[in-house]
């Protein structure tokens, strides 16, 4: 079964540092997300993306968040520069169309210290 | 803004029992999905419904739109179903997802 590829599985950084989360969709979908999920708390939505452009964002996304898909495979969500709140596990997601279910994948646990 | 609400947060079973989670939701929606968190933090989509039932294996998810309400039933548990369910649903508007705060199932052999 088709599945979405996050790497690395766990990061560890420094606080003020910038960080680059990876996420390989499953090929043929057109919708792709980011979600997370600081421990012990509800997952929350970040950012949808759709037509190489951002479709929504959240409140959490702020400027020091930006997402990018730059070879029509990887898409990327990158954390300017993180802050202890950013620790959390990150989520991507990926769905074929605006009715299909979604897919998920493992996540990247981000601890900054 | 559309507000999900589980329950129970907790539930401990013995192999075998017919287990109950129900979601509620504050705002009409086209569609629910029900997913399964491992303990490792993973997450999978267990069901999309939009209407009436589906089932899959020993997991069946009922709706019913008029009362924003859906039920997951997992039948003859086994330790393996030990994982949190979540309950998540669009926005009013856009697909985005709201996700309820999970029911953590721990089912004893």
């Known amino acids: 079964e088709p599945e979405v590829t996050q790497t690395p599985s766990h990061q560890v950084t420094q606080m003020g540092q910038e960080v680059i989360l990876r996420c390989v969709p499953i090929s043929n979908h057109l919708y792709f997300y980011w979600y997370r999920q600081i421990l012990g708390q509800k997952v929350e939505f970040l950012v949808s993306?759709?037509?190489?452009?951002?479709?929504?964002k959240s409140e959490i996304f702020d400027d020091q968040f930006s997402v990018e898909r730059p070879d029509g495979s990887n898409f990327t969500l990158k954390i300017r520069s993180t802050k202890l709140e950013d620790s959390a596990m990150y989520f991507c997601?990926?769905?074929?169309?605006?009715?299909?279910?979604?897919?998920f994948g493992s996540g990247t646990r981000l601890t900054v210290v | 803004k559309n507000e999900v609400e589980q329950s129970p947060q907790n539930l401990t079973a013995q192999e075998g029992e017919f287990i109950t989670i129900n979601c509620s939701y504050s705002?009409?929606?086209?569609?629910l999905h029900w997913l399964q968190q491992h303990p490792g933090g993973g997450i999978v989509s267990l069901f999309m419904l939009s209407s009436g039932k589906k089932k899959h294996g020993r997991l069946i998810a009922t709706i019913n739109i008029q009362e924003k309400h859906s039920s997951l039933h997992i039948t003859a548990s086994h330790p393996r179903d030990s994982a949190v369910y979540i309950c998540a649903v669009p926005k009013s508007s856009g697909d985005k997802l709201t996700f309820g705060t999970g029911t953590r199932l721990a089912v004893r052999p």
């Open positions: 997601a990926s769905r074929e169309g605006s009715l299909n279910g979604y897919t």
């Open positions: 705002v009409g929606i086209s569609a």
């Open positions: 993306f759709y037509n190489n452009e951002i479709s929504e």
